[in-house]
């Protein structure tokens, strides 16, 4: 007969306990963080080659005939290039009724190209808010030399010649598609869009046409005078040296834009916040309403900036952490239809889409936050989708010419 064993048998293990769950909809943290690492290791962004730099010269050599053809563009340029398309945030434009591009089917690698119609510097320009949404505002060629004057006046509206954002956007698209000829070029709101094919590789080109201003706009000075994350990190003449007016969606209004402050901001931000942000944009991208983009969402992630650690926004293991929570704080943005501009708190970005349009993206945020995994393996599939049309496309090795 077997021996009785000595004292009590040993106690199980504890179990380790589940604190990597999202209480909102079950979803393991761990696992949401590898989708959004595989997503962006399928989405590298922009690469370097020799074909990117042959399709940059190809771009500025166009932008050279164009500028000969009619002699509207300055003589002496200075472009402002931006990593990825608007679609991925790059700038505040409005494309009208969105025509997305899709990488892989249309594009390899996209960037944002900002081209100066007109430089302001040492000309004594006030800027006209009253009549304008905040946010925007128009601008008179009158304190411009005569000659200024008489080379846009085919693009000014009123007796205080105002420059028509609408019409120099026309006139830029007309322009380039002529200059580029053996180019796919299209007009999406008030954005160029021309794909440059250079070997096997396609390069999108978002051109858009801007007014660029020294110094900083009144209106903006509060925002300087307050307390931010990159206080210690970026020089102020890195932040507040410059700014543009984009081309709003019609008329003689333009839009504020401090795209070269963003630039530097973008380069301090932590990268699993950013790689957060790519991961919202593209569950989201498709579902953005007009007049509400990726650009809007980036606002939300310099929020986040400001008010949580770069200690914990750092860490490679927050980044689904970070994800979901842009996510909800795009929805109480939403629920009270206001989010405002990160450099003019004033502006409330949420006034253009309409009612209906604001409902419907919550739908849809909503059944994200439900299953996040589920919306991240799409995106992962889309992002292998368009991995196998770009083989495709090299294998065939032709390049497409718009209809």
């Given at each position: 007969m077997a021996s009785p064993p000595d004292g009590p048998p040993p106690k199980p293990a504890p179990a380790k306990p589940l604190?990597?769950?999202?209480?909102?909809?079950?979803?393991?943290?761990?696992?949401?963080?590898?989708?959004?690492?595989?997503?962006?290791?399928?989405?590298?962004?922009?690469?370097?080659?020799?074909?990117?730099?042959?399709?940059?010269?190809?771009?500025?050599?166009?932008?050279?005939?164009?500028q000969n053809s009619d002699g509207k563009l300055p003589a002496v340029n200075r472009y402002l290039l931006l990593s990825g398309g608007v679609q991925q945030g790059t700038v505040n434009v409005d494309l009208g009724i969105p025509h997305h591009l899709s990488p892989g089917g249309d594009y390899d690698v996209d960037f944002t190209l900002l081209v100066p119609v007109l430089h302001a510097a040492g000309v004594p320009v006030t800027l006209d808010m009253k009549e304008s949404p905040p946010g925007h505002a128009q601008i008179s060629l009158?304190?411009?030399?005569?000659?200024?004057?008489?080379?846009?006046?085919?693009?000014?509206?009123?007796?205080?010649?105002?420059?028509?954002?609408?019409?120099?956007?026309?006139?830029?698209?007309?322009?380039?598609?002529?200059?580029?000829?053996d180019t796919r070029v299209e007009r999406r709101g008030c954005v160029t869009s021309a794909v440059v094919s250079v070997g096997h590789c396609r390069v999108l080109y978002d051109l858009v046409p801007v007014v660029a201003l020294k110094g900083w706009p009144e209106v903006a000075q509060p925002w300087l005078t307050q307390a931010h994350f990159w206080d210690g990190k970026l020089r102020d003449e890195d932040v507040a040296g410059g700014f543009y007016l984009l081309p709003a969606a019609s008329g003689a209004r333009w839009r504020l834009a401090f795209s070269t402050s963003e630039l530097h901001l973008r380069r301090i931000v932590p990268q699993p916040l950013l790689q957060a942000f790519q991961a919202a944009t593209a569950v989201l991208g498709r579902h953005l309403p007009e007049g509400f983009g990726p650009y809007h969402i980036f606002a939300l992630v310099l929020r986040a900036c400001e008010r949580l650690p770069a200690s914990y926004l750092g860490r490679e293991e927050n980044t689904a952490h970070a994800w979901l929570g842009l996510l909800d704080d795009l929805a109480a943005c939403l629920v009270h239809r206001r989010l405002p501009h990160y450099f003019?708190?004033?502006?409330?970005?949420?006034?253009?889409?309409?009612?209906?349009?604001?409902?419907?993206?919550?739908?849809?945020?909503?059944?994200?936050?439900a299953d996040p995994s589920k919306y991240l393996r799409q995106a992962v599939e889309r992002a292998k989708e368009a991995g196998r049309l770009a083989k495709a496309f090299r294998k065939q090795g032709f390049s497409p010419v718009a209809p």
């Open positions: 604190t990597d769950l999202d209480f909102h909809s079950g979803a393991r943290i761990e696992e949401l963080n590898q989708l959004i690492q595989e997503y962006h290791a399928r989405n590298p962004g922009v690469r370097e080659g020799p074909e990117l730099h042959q399709a940059k010269d190809r771009v500025f050599s166009l932008l050279g005939v164009v009158r304190p411009f030399e005569p000659t200024t004057l008489h080379r846009w006046s085919d693009c000014c509206l009123g007796d205080e010649a105002y420059l028509s954002a609408e019409l120099v956007s026309a006139w830029f698209t007309r322009s380039f598609a002529a200059a580029a000829k003019l708190p004033q502006w409330n970005v949420l006034e253009g889409p309409s009612r209906r349009d604001i409902e419907r993206l919550a739908q849809e945020l909503a059944g994200v936050r």
